[in-house]
């Protein structure tokens, strides 16, 4: 068969089956159609257009473009490259950058067509594709740009800024990333690369009893299959607790079908995964235990045998008599709160490629490219599975396509680097969408018991609450997503007497670990609900007896922190008072979330800015070109902290933004942790400002160019947080370094849909408005999914569904008008005053969307998701 390819012919001679995304990928190296779920076709990333429609690749085979002209961003014409990636890059429509290449492929298809849309229309044409990061505001805003630029016949020239804080400096590196330029782990190819494929476990819980390999090592391009038996180092690994094995052995007993029994490495992909599919697996079944409360039963089974019961963590949080103030209380609201399990949703599944660091010498070590949201983690863990000093596995960041927690535990890298270090070559392991579904942690689901008390005149009394999340099979980061939860029980509001005991517990579901908002989404909800239910037994105005209550400097957080400076939850009140009371269905509710660093834990970031000559070290120092190179070890996941980095040191030094590069790499040395809850821009901002002085005395002496192979290190650090019950040497509970705060007004329609969304957001000083917009209208996106449509429902420990299309991702028709108000009440740590938005985002949502159903209908939800009223047909 015979057809163009971006303008070129080409003849195919192959399987009429073979999908087309395999070919353009793998035959043509085509990196800018993406595999977000093939064959699921439920993303869009791997759009491209065929003849004049936009075609999902990953189910269009090879024999429905036979006569065709297929284009995809390479083949487009460098006026529509440029109209494309600039409008992207000038409207902020562009984070992670995974969906972004199909989505403009797409949009070109209608623009061919309709070269006048309105909004409606680019919503419409979006319904093939899923983001997770944008909250799609911006992508249509980019979309309506391009649309106008070409109906003039105009151009959008590349947007600039000069980097200073609060500007709105273009995102770092984004051209290269909206039109699939820019590769991420799985876009890599390296010379001799072998691919690896995992053998899960069928059951959550069962003895391997057998695992038969002989037909699957006969299979022709297979070259190696590895057991647990072939791991040198420790077999479990984990963030915080050491119980999560990297493959279970024979005679071992599984705890979750996520669980890896064996991995096959071959030639090719389609030759791994045929030879994974002829492994055979003996097992003895075992009853799973799939719910938490029976869990705690005296009964139940032990999902880990060598624990003397199925509790990982339980926290108390106990100040006054809850019970006594509560009986004295005027008004009490009581309910039993629960939240579901949902999937992160990030649109690139996991991958990895481990090599070795030098061929031929196994002691040298291996060097890891990891999309995982902390390297210096990652190296930790692989260091020890391979028995490995931490200077022998070199992990290198490569920016990924979404992570919102869910890429904080190891996934596949640790089986990438195995491989590599017995092979001496380099191998790449990726998982399949519905894989990705099975293995990684998702959101806790939470089952709340929650009685909070008021006064006669609307003043708060106590809460008391008891908490159980289920956490699954392995620890992750459980025991701190309860902590959280807990800790943020009394919400954005001064309470006088807390009562709150929280409970992680095992069971043989999935694990669940870290997700956007971490804990603090699920108690607000219950929290908001609560404050609504008071107001209406009291007959209180809702907006003001959320003013009243809430905290101000000197008052005290759930754990008995006082808060000393940049309070702000008044001011988001304040934002959104006048629509509140216009609006007929209206919803309120607030949120606390604290920065994630604090609970006792020591934390810090380093920086290392190097003056590098560029290649002409021959002209006089004064005369040589050179750039500034960012060192720091924080993921780069679509929130902007690349751009962050450029931009403060911008406005410390003077130096033009296109001077600047950012490079992630263990080999720098500049250890962080995890990438999560707002923590890089906090701890890295005062890291580069550190740095920052010692560079700009020097600027004061001399020219820019003069100062190639100067190295400039910054550090900060946080050690003077308390654990919760815990006070330090002056009597003080300090829990957390810094909190955020928000008020999100949700506004329903007269049949109940959810119309407008406006979120006013205290993020202390805005970095760049647009980052700061997009990612408060991504978390809007993500906190009404998980209000109103998410779910990844179970049963007997497995999820009913592995199908992306079936989690409840809303598409963007479905999305209600959002405005973000940004406030500003510094914070006294956080670089030029910054607080985290990342997580804040979404902690509101659910609690007000509930708030608002129940002013529509008096019907007040004590579960998520809830199902909003049925439209009448027009």
Not at 495 to 524: L, W
């Amino acid at each position: 068969m015979n057809f163009k390819l971006n303008g070129e012919e080409r003849e195919y001679t192959g399987d009429p089956d073979l999908p087309l995304l395999t070919y353009l990928r793998e035959h043509e190296g085509i990196i800018s159609p993406k595999d977000g779920c093939a064959p699921q076709a439920a993303c869009g990333c791997c759009a491209v257009q065929v003849n004049d429609k936009a075609l999902l690749s990953c189910v269009t085979p090879m024999k429905k473009v036979a006569g065709s002209n297929v284009i995809t961003t390479e083949g487009m014409s460098e006026y529509h490259q440029n109209i494309f990636a600039n409008a992207f890059v000038e409207k902020g429509g562009v984070q992670c950058g995974f969906c972004i290449p199909g989505i403009v492929m797409q949009s070109k298809a209608l623009l061919d067509k309709n070269p006048d849309p309105t909004r409606a229309d680019v919503e419409q044409a979006l319904t093939p594709h899923l983001c997770r990061c944008t909250g799609y505001k911006k992508i249509v805003d980019a979309v309506m740009l391009a649309a106008d630029a070409m109906r003039k016949e105009e151009e959008i020239p590349l947007p600039r800024g000069d980097g200073k804080v609060g500007s709105r400096q273009p995102r770092y590196d984004a051209r290269r990333t909206v039109l699939g330029q820019r590769p991420y782990v799985a876009d890599m190819k390296l010379d001799g690369m072998l691919y690896g494929a995992l053998k899960f476990s069928d059951h959550p819980r069962a003895r391997v009893l057998r695992i038969d390999a002989s037909a699957a090592a006969q299979l022709p391009g297979v070259v190696r299959i590895f057991t647990s038996a072939d791991i040198p180092g420790d077999k479990t690994i984990g963030l915080i607790k050491q119980d999560w094995p990297l493959m279970i052995g024979e005679g071992e007993v599984t705890h979750y079908i996520g669980d890896v029994l064996a991995g096959v490495v071959a030639e090719s992909e389609s030759i791994a995964r045929q030879a994974m599919a002829q492994l055979v697996v003996e097992y003895e079944v075992l009853e799973p235990v799939v719910d938490a409360h029976e869990a705690l039963a005296a009964h139940s089974p032990l999902v880990h045998q060598a624990h003397d019961n199925n509790v990982l963590s339980h926290m108390e949080i106990k100040r006054g008599d809850a019970e006594a103030a509560l009986a004295a209380s005027a008004f009490v609201a009581e309910g039993i709160y629960q939240t579901q399990t949902i999937e992160h949703g990030f649109m690139e599944p996991e991958c990895c490629i481990a090599r070795p660091l030098a061929a031929g010498a196994q002691a040298a070590g291996v060097e890891i490219f990891s999309q995982g949201q902390g390297i210096y983690e990652d190296q930790k863990q692989i260091a020890k599975l391979l028995d490995l000093p931490l200077d022998k596995v070199r992990v290198q960041l490569v920016p990924n396509g979404g992570g919102f927690g869910g890429k904080e535990d190891l996934s596949v890298q640790g089986h990438a680097a195995l491989y590599a270090y017995h092979l001496q070559r380099s191998v790449r392991v990726a998982l399949t969408r519905d894989e990705s579904i099975n293995m990684h942690p998702k959101r806790h689901p939470l089952w709340m018991e929650y009685s909070l008390g008021c006064d006669a005149s609307g003043k708060l009394t106590a809460v008391k609450a008891r908490i159980i999340g289920d956490s699954g099979a392995y620890a992750s980061v459980g025991m701190k997503v309860l902590e959280r939860a807990a800790g943020h029980a009394t919400g954005a509001y001064y309470v006088p007497v807390v009562d709150v005991e929280s409970t992680a517990v095992y069971t043989n579901n999935i694990p669940n670990g870290a997700m956007r908002g971490f804990g603090v989404n699920q108690a607000t909800f219950a929290l908001e609900s609560c404050m609504d239910e008071l107001c209406q037994k009291g007959g209180f105005d809702r907006w003001q007896f959320r003013y009243d209550n809430a905290l101000v400097e000197g008052t005290t957080t759930s754990t008995g922190q006082v808060l000393k400076g940049g309070v702000g939850v008044r001011a988001t009140l304040e934002a959104v008072k006048d629509e509140f009371y216009r609006a007929k269905f209206a919803g309120l509710a607030c949120g606390i979330k604290n920065t994630g660093i604090g609970n006792g834990m020591p934390d810090a970031s380093s920086v290392r800015i190097s003056v590098v000559a560029a290649g002409n070290e021959g002209l006089d120092s004064d005369q040589r070109d050179v750039k500034v190179v960012i060192e720091h070890g924080w993921t780069e996941m679509g929130q902007g902290i690349n751009t962050m980095a450029v931009q403060m040191l911008c406005e410390e030094t003077g130096i033009g933004p296109d001077a600047i590069e950012v490079r992630i790499d263990t080999d720098a040395g500049t250890f962080t942790g995890m990438t999560t809850a707002s923590r890089a821009t906090s701890l890295l901002g005062n890291a580069i400002l550190d740095a920052a002085v010692k560079l700009r005395t020097d600027l004061g002496q001399k020219s820019l160019p003069e100062l190639a192979g100067n190295v400039y290190m910054g550090e900060w650090v946080v050690d003077w947080t308390t654990k919760p019950g815990h006070q330090n040497e002056s009597g003080e509970d300090i829990t957390h370094y810094s909190y955020s705060y928000a008020t999100q007004l949700v506004v329903l329609d007269d049949e109940g849909q959810v119309q407008k969304v406006t979120a006013a957001h205290d993020a202390g000083r805005i970095i760049n408005p647009t980052l700061f917009e997009g990612q408060i209208e991504g978390s809007i996106h993500m906190g009404l999914g998980y209000a109103i449509s998410e779910e990844l429902p179970y049963e007997g420990g497995r999820p009913k569904s592995t199908m992306l299309r079936k989690c409840g991702i809303l598409r963007a028709k479905e999305m209600p008008e959002m405005e973000v108000v940004g406030v500003e009440v510094p914070d006294p740590h956080g670089a030029y005053g910054l607080k985290g938005v990342g997580e804040i985002g979404l902690v509101p949502t659910a609690g007000a969307v509930a708030n608002a159903l129940y002013q529509f209908d008096h019907e007040r939800r004590h579960q998520l998701p809830m199902k909003l009223p049925k439209k009448r047909r027009s």
